[in-house]
């Protein structure tokens, strides 16, 4: 079956770094993707990779190893409005994308 | 970022009602898709379409209906709504040439059925 595994809920402390990770076994892969969402909100995208390596995107960057089914989502200087459930999405071989339950992001002071 | 609107935010209805979940966007957007979404728990894909008069079911069965009559709305109907169907609702869309296209969400539908 197809699966993606995330920590259910991390917490970290304003001003730090913190690293969400995402791990991915699907029937092919066509990209992955990062989302963020509030609670109650929709999600709204973060990133895309589709190649190995890093794409950093201000404070935020993602990570993506093809060869072992894995990739991370890095923050950097953290916000209290950081806090949110950020969300890995794989594109499979048939196109169909799947989603993984979330990661809970708690930031304290 | 997409202009994704859907209607209305928050629904509480009786079971055996009929109802339609609004879905629009301003932004031409070929695909769109609709996911059903329980509090700490994965998007499920419910329905999707690649154009107009294209509707595909997705791998959720929630015995609804959706209908793509033109690009820029795409409602979902409950014949007759269930508890089983209380959840968020979310509507995306995409545009790009590529399968892969991000999607672009709405603020999503909040469904209580009693």
């Known amino acids: 079956g197809q699966n993606i595994d995330q920590p259910t809920e991390m917490t970290a402390t304003e001003g730090a770094i913190v690293q969400i990770n995402c791990t991915y076994q699907t029937s092919g892969f066509n990209g992955l993707f990062w989302y963020q969402q509030h609670a109650g909100e929709a999600p709204t995208f973060l990133s895309y990779?589709?190649l190995d390596g890093l794409e950093e995107k201000g404070r935020f960057s993602s990570f993506l190893s093809r060869s072992k089914g894995y990739s991370y989502l890095l923050l950097k200087e953290l916000q209290m409005k950081d806090s949110a459930s950020y969300l890995c999405?794989?594109?499979?071989?048939?196109?169909?994308?799947?989603w993984g339950a979330g990661t809970k992001l708690i930031i304290k002071p | 970022e997409a202009d994704i609107y859907q209607t209305p935010r928050y629904l509480v209805i009786g079971t055996g009602k009929k109802i339609t979940l609004e879905c629009s966007q301003t932004?031409?957007?070929?695909?769109m898709y609709w996911y059903q979404q329980d509090p700490g728990m994965e998007l499920h894909l419910i329905h999707y379409?690649?154009?107009?008069?294209?509707?595909e079911k997705g791998d959720l069965s929630s015995e609804s209906t959706v209908s793509r009559i033109r690009t820029e709305h795409f409602p979902l109907t409950l014949e007759s709504a269930r508890p089983s169907h209380t959840s968020q609702y979310l509507c995306?869309?995409?545009?790009?040439?590529?399968?892969?296209?991000?999607?672009?969400f709405g603020p999503g539908t909040r469904l209580t059925v009693l």
């Open positions: 932004m031409g957007h070929d695909k």
């Open positions: 990779n589709v």
């Open positions: 999405a794989v594109w499979d071989s048939n196109y169909q994308l799947i």
């Open positions: 379409s690649y154009g107009v008069n294209s509707t």
């Open positions: 995306a869309s995409g545009s790009g040439v590529r399968d892969t296209d991000t999607q672009y």
